[in-house]
């Protein structure tokens, strides 16, 4: 059984730094391209970040240079730096692990970003 375990999401005053982890069970983790995605309350699900196996990292242009994306194949985890976090980042964040047509989603964790 596949499960993408997120954790680390909270509340945070604009200009804080959040930690997100996703832990991957039920995988060849290694082999997978694992991504974070949002979705804000009204919005489509859109991309933050992704990291191919090999390690070769996608950020979107709206937290480049804020969120780095890495991933430890020893733990089965992959994790979602955020800096300088602003109140349009608050959503629901979400794990993504991808190979070929298989495709699994954890079932998120919410990042508010308030004063």
């Known amino acids: 059984q596949v499960q993408l375990v997120e954790s680390g999401g909270g509340l945070v005053q604009p200009g804080g730094s959040l930690r997100l982890s996703c832990a991957a069970s039920g995988i060849v983790f290694r082999m997978y391209t694992m991504g974070w995605y949002r979705q804000a309350p009204g919005k489509q699900r859109e991309l933050v970040a992704t990291i191919s196996r090999d390690a070769t990292t996608n950020t979107a242009d709206s937290v480049k240079g804020r969120f780095t994306i890495s991933r430890d194949n020893a733990k089965n985890t992959v994790y979602l730096q955020m800096n300088s976090l602003k109140p349009e980042d608050t959503a629901a964040y979400y794990c993504?692990?991808?190979?070929?047509?298989?495709?699994?989603w954890g079932q998120g964790t919410q990042v508010t970003v308030s004063s």
């Open positions: 993504n692990a991808r190979h070929f047509s298989l495709d699994y």
